[in-house]
Structures are given as structure tokens and as C-alpha cells.
């Protein structure tokens, strides 16, 4: 079900750190957003370095989007999250952030197939309103890392729900070129970061 805007979306949306962004917009968890307000965005520093973009984005979607239920909150294990392959298939294009720019992996598969919550978390969004990743769902792991699932035939998760390592949130759908396949991506303080760097190096149980 498509679902309104989020603060996790938009911040995926940018390459932010959604704290960054929440912080810059005085707006405390569980970083509830409402149709008609108006966020700052604002980058975390780079490079020691703080950049401000004077971008603007209007939130106009219709419904409201419905507020995230505070979770408990999930034990931080940074880079030792344990992380599973999200589908089974074969990596048919990999992570490049030059050239033909890709801030994942696309894992082929066929349509209706699993696919699998790479690491326990809680999900911030479930919708398609993120230009390029179809029906897309965004699970946060701890305060550094969020995973997403692009290009889904059908989603099985809601906004807010605690999901774990291995449970199925979707189903495998195909992108605009009508290749079927996830697109999946790891971003780490909002930044696309090579998922094959953190899930194993061999597939074990998915």
C-alpha cells in the first residue's frame, strides 16, 4: 500500500543522515512529519565541513502519513550487524557511486519470490513514492544503518513494524526496464555504502 512521505524517505531520498536532517528541523522521534510542512534540507558535516542545501521540498501527498509507534530501541552493533542475504538470486549489477551510478546491488530473481529483512530492524517506510524504486521499503537497523528494498511486485510490511533477520517483507517485483529483480542498498549515517561489503561472503540460510 502506498503510504504519504516520511522523514526517512526524504532523507533516503537526498543521501542524508536522518538525525542530521530531524535535528536541522526540530523534530524530535519518532520524527513524525504532516502534509504541508516545510523541511530544511540540511547535510551532516563532510569533509569537516558543514554544506547547507537551500533546497526546499513541500510535502503534498495525500493522505497524511500515519505516525511511526515508537519501538524499543534496537541494541547498536554497527558494523557487527548481522547481516543475510536479502534474496537468493545472483548479483546481476553491482554498487558504483561513478559512471553508471548504482548505490546498491540488483539481485535477480522472478517474480513473487522472498524477499528477506537483511538484519533485524523496525520498518520507517513502505511505499512508492521514492522516484526510481518502485514499491520500496526502508528498514532501520540502529542509529547508523538502514537497509532498502526497491522494486517490490508486493509489500508485506508495515510502517512501524519490528521485523527480524530473514522475514519476508515483499515480493520480488521488476524495475522499469522490466527486469526482474530486488534492488537493495545498506546506507550508513545516510550514506550508500557496497552492501557486499557487510553480507557474507558465502549464502548461507536466507
Do not use: C
Not at 27 to 37: D, M, R, S
Not at 84 to 95: L, Q
Request: charged share 20%; proline share 5%.
Amino acid at each position: 500500500m502506498q503510504r504519504g512521505e516520511t522523514l526517512y524517505a526524504i532523507a533516503f531520498r537526498y543521501g542524508l543522515d536522518y538525525k542530521g536532517l530531524a535535528g536541522a528541523n526540530d523534530i524530535g522521534a519518532p520524527y513524525t512529519i504532516y502534509v504541508g510542512q516545510r523541511i530544511s534540507l540540511s547535510t551532516v558535516k563532510a569533509s569537516g565541513r558543514a554544506k547547507v542545501a537551500t533546497q526546499r521540498q513541500k510535502i503534498d501527498k495525500q493522505p497524511a502519513p500515519a505516525k511511526v509507534k515508537p519501538t524499543a530501541p534496537i541494541k547498536s552493533q554497527g558494523p557487527n550487524l548481522h547481516w543475510r542475504w536479502p534474496a537468493s538470486g545472483e548479483v546481476i549489477s553491482g554498487f558504483s557511486l561513478s559512471g553508471r551510478v548504482n548505490k546498491g546491488v540488483d539481485i535477480g530473481g522472478k517474480l513473487g519470490e522472498s524477499v528477506l529483512a537483511a538484519a533485524d530492524g523496525v520498518v520507517v517506510y513502505a511505499g512508492g513514492g521514492l522516484r526510481g524504486y518502485g514499491k520500496l521499503v526502508i528498514v532501520k537497523h540502529n542509529d547508523q544503518f538502514l537497509s532498502a528494498y526497491g522494486h517490490n511486485r508486493k509489500i508485506l510490511v508495515k510502517e512501524g513494524e519490528n521485523v527480524k533477520g530473514g522475514q519476508v517483507v515483499a515480493e520480488i517485483g521488476s524495475s522499469s526496464s522490466n527486469q526482474e529483480m530486488l534492488h537493495f542498498e545498506i546506507r550508513r549515517n545516510g550514506k550508500p555504502e557496497d552492501p557486499l561489503l557487510y553480507l557474507p561472503a558465502k549464502r548461507g540460510e536466507l
